[in-house]
């Protein structure tokens, strides 16, 4: 199968944003995607239509602004929910209608409580109904590597007859490994007699830290599409990481003989992207996107990279895009410098938009004497967050110290334009401030993380807080950056407080529209 090409399927947008704290807006949703789209992915999945108002608008969004990628929505295996998610992509130059039901023993048993017979009859009928609608249907038998084999041929079968383009074999729970993974992927092509009128897919989860593994095993045997998610984010432990499977395919050709689409030098900044926007930060270990993937340590190394680069570096950082210097720009920088780079760092922006990041620019540069991609990076993070807010933080002042009480007084501007302020006293300035901003905006949650890192190195580094906050049962991640921490706190919680009231706004809606 000399120089054949994988599909890369992401699914960062819909499993990823799946992963419990993720709570994306149409907006935030719309930026990933357009950089999934420079960075060459074949099939976006940009959400699951049926389950929420917020899901279908972005699902719709997304179909209008994306051209290149095919535009995929998720759909349970039923009529509502199949017309749902063609109502949200019909727009899409290309769309997929993707239907998942369960065949495993244990999900059959005590999930879905039907049989064998019915199941099948369901699958082939979903995909009938879908294909009515749309030419591209993908099917996924949910927890394959758990599905009795010669009950799964069937389904495959039946459901590639009825229509099904692509058929993804779905390692669910994560629990299988490459050999046995891969021989699954034999046992479809050899028995299977239908196969060859429809792609094979891989969706594999990282219980076991083998998503990529398994994932790569199913290409070597035959599988020509990969589900995947950018730095391997989605459900508990995550997916297999599309940017590892990306380079290991490259780097490793010799083995692999296949190439993708993906155009690596975007790796890095879709990865800065992803995190920026969910609020899962990147390991330092991570391999190809984290921190230290290409820093060396041991003193040997460093004096063999420093004559040849490839006596310990088996990847050219470049090749990721990493960028090699960090100063860019400075406080005499111009608005067009300022709009050159962020090209190059994957956001274009409308004038309204342009004018207003200058500004953030312009305000952090006076702070800070130099700039780095990272630094402007946060800063578009910031930009495209507090774009769609409900409460705007105008103020935020603090006092305190060891002979003092903490005090914090806030100022706000309201959903209607009104501008409301309070203070209050806490047991240091982050809990006064957020005293003070529940006493303006009134939800009820619970923080349960809070964590400060710095984005860049020195004393005037950009301090980026990140938070987690639960509100009946849900949990909402909220980002904030600033040069100073308090300010950057009170950034990050009405960020994680906007979201809640997104959310809340989106599903109250949803309730009033259902008959
Ligand atoms: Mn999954």
Redesign the pocket.
């Known amino acids: 199968m000399k120089g054949d090409r994988v599909l890369i399927f992401d ?1 960062t947008l819909r ?1 990823g944003e799946q992963a419990a704290g993720t709570s994306l807006n149409s907006k935030e949703k719309l930026e990933i995607a357009k950089q999934l789209e420079s960075l060459g992915v074949d099939i976006i999945e940009a959400g699951f239509p049926i389950t929420s108002q917020g899901d279908f608008d972005a699902v719709r969004l997304i179909s209008k602004e994306v051209r290149n990628s095919t535009i995929c929505a998720l759909s349970h295996a039923n009529n509502e929910a199949i017309e749902r998610a063609w109502e949200a992509i019909k727009k899409a130059k290309k769309g997929r209608i993707h239907i998942f039901l369960s065949t495993s023993e244990e999900h059959l048993t005590y999930q879905l409580k039907k049989s064998h017979a019915e199941v099948l009859k369901l699958a082939v009928a979903s995909v009938e109904r879908a294909r009515k609608l749309c030419d591209d249907i993908e099917f996924t038998p949910m927890d394959t590597t758990r599905t009795d084999i010669k009950f799964l041929y069937k389904v495959l079968e039946g459901v590639i007859k009825a229509g099904a383009t692509t058929v993804n074999i ?1 390692d ?1 729970v994560g629990y299988a490994i490459p050999s046995e993974f891969g021989q699954l992927i034999d046992g479809i092509r050899k028995n299977v007699p239908n196969i060859s009128r429809a792609v094979i897919s891989v ?1 594999c ?1 990282n219980d076991l830290g083998l998503g990529v593994a398994n994932s790569l095993e199913a290409v070597r045997r035959g599988a020509r599409q990969i589900e995947c998610t950018v730095n391997g984010i ?2 508990r432990a995550g ?1 297999a990481a599309l940017e590892e499977m990306v380079m290991a395919i490259r780097t490793r050709a010799d083995q692999y003989h296949i190439t993708t689409n993906i155009r690596t030098e975007q790796i890095y900044r879709t990865s800065r992207m992803v995190s920026d926007l969910t609020g899962f930060v990147v390991p330092p270990n991570k391999a190809i996107v984290g921190a230290n993937a290409f820093r060396h340590q041991s003193g040997i190394h460093q004096d063999g990279i420093i004559k040849k680069a490839n006596t310990y570096e088996i990847m050219d950082p470049k090749t990721i895009g990493m960028p090699a210097s960090a100063l860019v720009l400075g406080k005499v920088s111009g608005r067009h410098a300022f709009k050159e780079r962020l090209l190059e760092l994957g956001y274009s922006l409308d004038e309204e938009a342009l004018i207003h990041a200058f500004k953030a620019f312009k305000e952090l540069a006076d702070k800070k004497k130099t700039i780095t991609d990272r630094d402007i990076q946060s800063l578009m993070g910031e930009e495209i967050r507090t774009s769609s807010e409900v409460y705007h933080l105008d103020h935020v002042g603090v006092s305190c110290g060891n002979q003092s009480m903490p005090t914090a007084t806030v100022r706000l501007i309201g959903p209607n334009k009104e501008v409301l302020a309070d203070a209050a006293l806490g047991t240091g300035p982050v809990d006064a401030v957020y005293k003070a901003i529940n006493r303006l905006v009134r939800v009820p949650n619970q923080l349960t993380e809070f964590s400060v890192n710095s984005i860049t190195a020195g004393i005037d580094a950009l301090g980026e807080v990140l938070i987690r906050i639960e509100s009946e049962g849900a949990s909402y991640s909220g980002r904030g950056a600033d040069t100073d921490i308090i300010v950057a706190s009170a950034k990050a919680y009405m960020n994680a407080l906007n979201r809640l009231l997104v959310t809340k706004k989106v599903s109250r809606k949803q309730v009033e529209n259902e008959p």
């Open positions: 699914t499993d779905a669910t969706h989860h989605g459900e997916n």
